[in-house]
């Protein structure tokens, strides 16, 4: 199983781990940790205000009006920013890319969910699918009509994002279609939680439910056996009649046959009978595709997260925090190792190298290494830190300085300081 970027743990606790780790100076990290997360807090304020003006063309819940109605060019431009604004934001919060053949192998495994679903990928003009969190999990089903139980194990996605445009009118009243589940052009945006990899079909909004061949079989099997039955007990009389009529009409047989009011009565009866049972095999073939359809809506109730605009603003909070627990991690474990750390020059010497000892920091790789040590060894807990994201942060805010290859973390009163005339200074006057 690859490791993921993701760092289960809350931000709070991960500020907890970093102050326990500067313990000497806990009084001056906890207001530099403030300050940090305040400042990325604001900088995912923008984003967000980015994100809802680009949505706000194309959202299909928006109850606001507009002073210009949007022409058919800018809301195509808008959908476009707000593609690639959603993908950085997904990237930022360590989603990964669903690739197209990942997609592919997942719709062909067999489903844990006992529906067979069926996908128009045509009406599609853009399908992505992201996930964060990806594991190997254990379930019992039921097998031979829920007589026996076995162990399944199947890879099971945490979160999944669902970001979908569909084709434009004209595209679906070419195909001679009205599509009454979503409005042809419009992009939904989805998030769901505790999806199998093999059930990935049941996301999309068109998904259609087929019958299995075990349920055609089953299906037919009883409406041939009962067939079968009426036709032996109810239908006696009225077939006997029937073939007399057809033998006398086709020269097969030369004595008339009396149709008299009993056997126009028990025609009738036997005609009834024979169509209340069309009725009931139908109704019962109804019946079991709207069981499945429940069984599919009740599934999705339970894993769908967030519709449309809400899920930008569910994943804005949780690239904000994936954005604060790398970057404190980083400062921490830097800091940890610099001359302005009481006794910093010892820390994990035996994982850097002379010139890093030398400098008080480390380098990308070295740093990188640290962390993923750290967790593994202290949490039991695999991950790939993205240590360069992290670094490229605290660089752009001056919070860490680079000699050579290697990373020197400031010491906390500079950081502390740099981190304050940013707020003093954030809003100028024109």
């Given at each position: 199983?690859?490791?993921?970027?993701?760092?289960?743990?809350?931000?709070?606790?991960?500020?907890?781990?970093?102050?326990?780790?500067?313990?000497?100076?806990?009084?001056?990290?906890?207001?530099?940790?403030?300050?940090?997360?305040?400042?990325?807090?604001?900088?995912?304020?923008?984003?967000?205000?980015?994100?809802?003006?680009?949505?706000?063309?194309?959202?299909?819940?928006?109850?606001?009006?507009?002073?210009?109605?949007?022409?058919?060019?800018?809301?195509?431009?808008?959908?476009?920013?707000?593609?690639?604004?959603?993908?950085?934001?997904?990237?930022?919060?360590?989603?990964?890319?669903?690739?197209?053949?990942?997609?592919?192998?997942?719709?062909?495994?067999?489903?844990?969910?006992?529906?067979?679903?069926?996908?128009?990928?045509?009406?599609?003009?853009?399908?992505?699918?992201?996930?964060?969190?990806?594991?190997?999990?254990?379930?019992?089903?039921?097998?031979?009509?829920?007589?026996?139980?076995?162990?399944?194990?199947?890879?099971?996605?945490?979160?999944?994002?669902?970001?979908?445009?569909?084709?434009?009118?004209?595209?679906?009243?070419?195909?001679?279609?009205?599509?009454?589940?979503?409005?042809?052009?419009?992009?939904?945006?989805?998030?769901?939680?505790?999806?199998?990899?093999?059930?990935?079909?049941?996301?999309?909004?068109?998904?259609?439910?087929?019958?299995?061949?075990?349920?055609?079989?089953?299906?037919?099997?009883?409406?041939?056996?009962?067939?079968?039955?009426?036709?032996?007990?109810?239908?006696?009389?009225?077939?006997?009649?029937?073939?007399?009529?057809?033998?006398?009409?086709?020269?097969?047989?030369?004595?008339?046959?009396?149709?008299?009011?009993?056997?126009?009565?028990?025609?009738?009866?036997g005609m009834g009978v024979f169509g209340s049972f069309i009725?009931?095999?139908?109704?019962?073939?109804?019946?079991?595709?709207?069981?499945?359809?429940?069984?599919?809506?009740?599934?999705?109730?339970?894993?769908?997260?967030?519709?449309?605009?809400?899920?930008?603003?569910?994943?804005?909070?949780?690239?904000?925090?994936?954005?604060?627990?790398?970057?404190?991690?980083?400062?921490?474990?830097?800091?940890?190792?610099?001359?302005?750390?009481?006794?910093?020059?010892?820390?994990?010497?035996?994982?850097?190298?002379?010139?890093?000892?030398?400098?008080?920091?480390?380098?990308?790789?070295?740093?990188?290494?640290?962390?993923?040590?750290?967790?593994?060894?202290?949490?039991?807990?695999?991950?790939?830190?993205?240590?360069?994201?992290?670094?490229?942060?605290?660089?752009?805010?001056?919070?860490?300085?680079?000699?050579?290859?290697?990373?020197?973390?400031?010491?906390?009163?500079?950081?502390?300081?740099?981190?304050?005339?940013?707020?003093?200074?954030?809003?100028?006057?024109?």
């Amino acid at each position: 199983m690859p490791l993921e970027r993701f760092i289960p743990f809350r931000k709070r606790d991960v500020i907890s781990l970093c102050e326990n780790l500067l313990a000497h100076e806990s009084a001056s990290f906890r207001a530099f940790s403030t300050l940090l997360v305040n400042r990325i807090h604001y900088q995912y304020h923008e984003q967000l205000e980015t994100l809802k003006n680009s949505y706000s063309h194309f959202d299909p819940n928006k109850d606001t009006r507009d002073l210009q109605p949007s022409s058919e060019a800018i809301r195509k431009q808008s959908q476009k920013a707000f593609s690639n604004e959603f993908a950085n934001l997904l990237n930022a919060a360590n989603f990964e890319k669903v690739t197209n053949e990942d997609l592919e192998a997942a719709l062909n495994e067999e489903s844990l969910f006992k529906v067979r679903l069926e996908v128009s990928f045509d009406d599609f003009e853009n399908v992505v699918f992201y996930r964060r969190g990806e594991s190997v999990k254990t379930e019992t089903v039921r097998t031979f009509f829920g007589l026996r139980k076995k162990q399944v194990s199947f890879t099971n996605y945490d979160k999944v994002a669902v970001y979908i445009t569909f084709k434009d009118e004209a595209y679906f009243k070419e195909k001679g279609q009205t599509p009454v589940t979503f409005k042809p052009g419009s992009t939904i945006v989805k998030l769901f939680q505790n999806v199998p990899k093999a059930d990935l079909e049941m996301l999309f909004p068109n998904s259609e439910v087929k019958m299995r061949p075990l349920d055609k079989l089953i299906i037919s099997a009883s409406a041939a056996i009962g067939g079968t039955v009426v036709l032996v007990t109810k239908l006696g009389a009225s077939l006997l009649l029937m073939a007399s009529f057809l033998a006398f009409w086709l020269g097969f047989k030369d004595d008339e046959v009396e149709l008299t009011k009993q056997s126009l009565i028990t025609f009738g009866i036997g005609m009834g009978v024979f169509g209340s049972f069309i009725f009931k095999e139908w109704t019962k073939f109804k019946n079991r595709k709207i069981r499945f359809m429940k069984a599919l809506s009740d599934n999705l109730y339970f894993k769908n997260l967030d519709n449309n605009a809400g899920v930008f603003h569910t994943l804005i909070d949780a690239a904000e925090e994936e954005d604060c627990k790398e970057a404190l991690l980083a400062y921490t474990f830097l800091f940890t190792c610099s001359e302005a750390h009481s006794g910093g020059s010892a820390a994990f010497r035996t994982m850097r190298s002379e010139p890093e000892i030398a400098t008080g920091g480390m380098t990308l790789a070295t740093l990188d290494s640290v962390i993923e040590t750290y967790f593994l060894e202290e949490f039991d807990c695999a991950l790939d830190f993205d240590v360069t994201d992290a670094i490229d942060k605290l660089v752009d805010m001056e919070l860490v300085e680079q000699n050579g290859d290697v990373f020197v973390a400031r010491p906390l009163e500079d950081a502390v300081k740099i981190l304050d005339d940013y707020w003093d200074n954030i809003y100028q006057p024109v």
